[in-house]
């Protein structure tokens, strides 16, 4: 590190893996782009995870990206050499077993050593004043490691640890856990990091709040305000550009480039989310902001491939950024995170606008259940978003949580009963309850009959025990009910499995595995069956009527009320054999029919 009193004061950035490899870091971007509006400093983001996944290979990669575990077992076999054993164990049970056969996790570490040592070389860090490590979800033992390898070559070289894994209590017990570590911010980034570069620069000899030293450093009393984000520039995605022509440069792909259209989320109630524990202040962009930048980072990079990094959008505000965006005649491709709806204008807008992947907080078929999660939604709404999105041509993506602790056993048997009938829609992810730091429920224990937090027997696995007792995780485990959990849960986890492989096994994947064709006078529903002959249903005069008035949630009054001449005991009859025939769903007083229009 050059002290010259003329050098102008250097920062690099380092995003590790296991960001998507076709996805740059909006987390460096929008720091890079902040600090070079405010300063004059020079700021250079890097994306080892691009020589990564250039390493294993494109197809491989994001398995390992996305298996949640296995690519940070590869990075503890670096870090704690002696948990091999352990970490070879957790890779080979995260990944499939096609790609089992395909890799030897030892031969994979070793060559992810030499990867890191290739990066270090090429990467001439003695240019710089600090070096900043943003980690978010897979991320923490790579930049731990790259830490490690970094304080070693460049002892007096400033590091630093950021991002949604470092919050709170967990971001302290790093600093005092691993020396290669000097500061950590906490919290938004921006400010915070401009702050610190400044007092690196001796521009300052006071920091702000969030910034957390490994040396006593005088702090400002005043908290930092939440920045107003309409005002943020743009992210700066031209390094990522560069090392991906560095990386790839006989294999040509289009980017998904990741946008910010809000800060928090506005529901934020749900009792098992932590993911919320960095923000504070709910903040969202205007429509035409978001238009903008949408259009400008289009045109800059040459991208129709977006993805909101948002928890939840902002409905008010998508709802105008669609509608507007579907008349600039753009083919553009949209992944969002939302919020349940039952509202078909606002789907067909945001589908319209481009919208084609959601992610949905489904969570449970259990309204009861809900209810403990405080999603402040029903099964009924849960169902109604799984149809319309078959409905108007979005992929729906979501969870069911299992193993959730004080679920009862009719909590249970309602969601097994609800699985059939969400059999014709898009299958959920089993995803298995894990306390999250700094959740409502981690907050709150004794609500959950949790009596105790222990380690999670993954990160047993991927850390030394001293580490168990000296860090706070971000994921943990817990003594209560959850082996009564486990065992309750069964026969869900068996069904989802047999969810998955029914669609899995569709010949027709393009058709819905429950749709209708109406004939005006009557109606043909035509119903898919796991393993089983597919059936058609024919509804004439007024059964087809009736079908067809609930073709989202409507209460029974409502549809009594359309056809007086139908008592209320035949109308019920005939909803109960729909709902038997699971043609029909119905849940305090509402009733859904099920069948998306076949074109």
Not at 147 to 156: G, I, Y
Not at 313 to 333: C, G, N, S, T, W
Request: charged share 20%.
């Amino acid at each position: 590190m050059d002290s010259s009193s003329n050098k102008v004061f250097a920062l690099a950035l380092c995003s590790m893996p296991w960001a998507i490899f076709n996805r740059p870091s909006v987390q460096l971007a929008s720091l890079q782009s902040y600090l070079q509006q405010k300063t004059a400093y020079r700021v250079d983001s890097f994306h080892p995870y691009l020589g990564i996944a250039a390493l294993i290979g494109t197809d491989v990669y994001p398995e390992i990206a996305l298996s949640g575990w296995a690519g940070e077992a590869l990075f503890s076999a670096l870090l704690y050499p002696e948990k091999k054993k352990d970490t070879a164990k957790l890779f080979h049970s995260s990944i499939s077993a096609s790609t089992r056969k395909r890799i030897n996790f030892n031969t994979l570490v070793d060559e992810i050593e030499q990867q890191c040592q290739c990066w270090l070389n090429a990467a001439r860090l003695e240019q710089y004043d600090c070096i900043g490590f943003s980690i978010c979800f897979n991320q923490l033992l790579p930049s731990l490691y790259m830490a490690k390898l970094v304080k070693k070559r460049h002892p007096n070289l400033p590091i630093l640890f950021g991002g949604s894994s470092c919050s709170g209590e967990v971001g302290e017990s790093l600093l005092k856990e691993y020396k290669q570590i000097d500061y950590i911010i906490d919290g938004e980034g921006e400010e915070r990091l401009l702050t610190l570069c400044r007092f690196l620069d001796n521009k300052t000899a006071t920091l702000v709040d969030g910034i957390i030293c490994r040396r006593p450093t005088t702090h400002a009393k005043q908290p930092l305000e939440p920045l107003e984000i309409n005002d943020l520039p743009f992210p700066d995605y031209s390094d990522y550009f560069k090392e991906t022509q560095q990386a790839f440069p006989l294999h040509t792909f289009i980017p998904l480039l990741p946008v910010e259209f809000s800060r928090g989320c506005w529901w934020n109630k749900c009792t098992f989310c932590n993911l919320n524990v960095q923000w504070h202040n709910y903040r969202y962009k205007s429509s035409d902001r978001m238009i903008h930048e949408i259009m400008a980072l289009s045109q800059k990079y040459e991208s129709l491939h977006f993805t909101f990094t948002d928890n939840a959008l902002p409905p008010r505000e998508a709802d105008q950024f669609f509608a507007e965006i579907a008349k600039k005649a753009v083919d553009f491709d949209f992944f969002a995170e939302i919020r349940g709806t039952s509202k078909v204008d606002r789907l067909k807008n945001y589908r319209s606008g481009g919208l084609t992947t959601i992610q949905v907080g489904i969570e449970a078929l259990s309204t009861s259940l809900l209810k403990k999660m405080a999603k402040g939604n029903s099964t009924m709404d849960n169902i109604a978003m799984m149809k319309l999105c078959t409905e108007q041509g979005i992929k729906m993506e979501g969870n069911l949580i299992l193993d959730f602790p004080t679920t009862s056993m009719a909590e249970i048997n309602e969601t097994i009963d609800n699985l059939a009938y969400v059999q014709p829609f898009a299958p959920l992810e089993a995803a298995t309850f894990f306390l999250g730091y700094g959740s409502p429920i981690y907050k709150n224990l004794q609500d959950y009959s949790i009596r105790s937090i222990v380690p999670h027997a993954k990160t047993k696995m991927l850390f030394p025990k001293k580490c168990h007792n000296s860090m706070t995780m971000l994921i943990s485990s817990y003594r209560g009910d959850k082996s009564i959990q486990q065992q309750r849960w069964k026969p869900v986890r068996k069904l989802i499995a047999a969810w998955l492989l029914f669609h899995k096994n569709r010949e027709n994947k393009s058709r819905p595995a429950l749709s209708y064709r109406d004939g005006q006078q009557f109606l043909i529903i035509r119903q898919e069956q796991a393993g089983k002959a597919t059936l058609h249903h024919r509804l004439r005069g007024l059964s087809r009527k009736i079908y067809l008035a609930a073709l989202i949630p409507t209460k029974l009054s409502s549809i009594q009320d359309l056809f007086p001449q139908v008592s209320i005991n035949a109308l019920e009859q005939f909803i109960d054999e729909m709902c038997s025939k699971r043609l029909m769903f119905q849940e305090s007083g509402r009733i859904l029919s099920l069948a998306v229009q076949q074109h």
